[in-house]
Structure formats: structure tokens, C-alpha cells
Nanobody, 128 residues
Framework: QAQLEESGGGVVQPGGSLTLSCVASGFNMASVPIAWFRQVPGKGREAVSCIPNDDGGTYYTDSVKGRFTASRDIAKNTVYLQMHNLQPEDTGEYVC?????????????????????WGKGISVTVSS
């Protein structure tokens, strides 16, 4: 059974950093596109980063470019989201997901119905 589990969230002051991890079990994460979504209460899930399963570039939403870096550790079947210079507007629940196709189309357009598997999410709060 395919599962995703996030960790690494927490409370941090503005300007701080966190690294989120998403560990996969039941499937090979190296062969699928991976998405990091952010959910804020009252709003839909927004894709913040989309990691392709080929040599294509990783997508970042404009608000996190230059601050967030997504990466994949094939040996550990894990993806990471390094977040630097965090701001209060980065607060939310971060969820990793597997895209259903072979591209990051659904992720880049925040089309959640295109995701095949979802993690449970992890909370990130940026507050002074």
C-alpha cells in the first residue's frame, strides 16, 4: 500500500528555516513526479513546488522562489523541502503528494484532482 509521511514542521520565527521531509513507502518515489502543496485555512491547496521524475527543472510558485528548495533522495525514498527566510505568509499545512501522470502539469496548476497519493500533512507556523 502506497503511503507518504511528512515530518519536520513546527513553529519558527520570521527569517528562520525549516526542512520538511516526505518519506514514501509501498512504491518507488524516484519514478514519479512529486508535489509539495500548502493549505491555508479558508483557501484551497496551492502547489509550492513540483519535482519532476525526469531531468526537467523543479517548479516553484513565485512567492517561494529563491527561498525554498525541493530535492529527492532516491536511496532513502524521500523528498525534502528546504525552506529559508520563512515569512508569516508561509504559514500553513504542507502536504506532499504523488502526481498521477508522468509530468508535473497538475501540480504546476495546483490541480489537486490530478494527484494519486497524498500524505497527511505537517503544520508550519511562522510567527514572532
Amino acid at each position: 500500500q502506497a503511503q507518504l509521511e511528512e515530518s519536520g514542521g513546527g513553529v519558527v520565527q520570521p527569517g528562520g528555516s525549516l526542512t520538511l521531509s516526505c518519506v514514501a513507502s509501498g512504491f518507488n518515489m524516484a519514478s514519479v513526479p512529486i508535489a509539495w502543496f500548502r493549505q491555508v485555512p479558508g483557501k484551497g491547496r496551492e502547489a509550492v513546488s513540483c519535482i519532476p521524475n525526469d531531468d526537467g527543472g523543479t517548479y516553484y510558485t513565485d512567492s517561494v522562489k529563491g527561498r525554498f528548495t525541493a530535492s529527492r533522495d532516491i536511496a532513502k525514498n524521500t523528498v525534502y523541502l528546504q525552506m529559508h527566510n520563512l515569512q508569516p505568509e508561509d504559514t500553513g499545512e504542507y502536504v506532499c503528494a504523488v502526481e498521477g501522470g508522468d509530468s508535473t502539469y497538475y501540480c504546476r496548476n495546483s490541480l489537486t484532482h490530478g494527484m494519486r497519493y497524498w500524505g497527511k500533512g505537517i503544520s508550519v507556523t511562522v510567527s514572532s
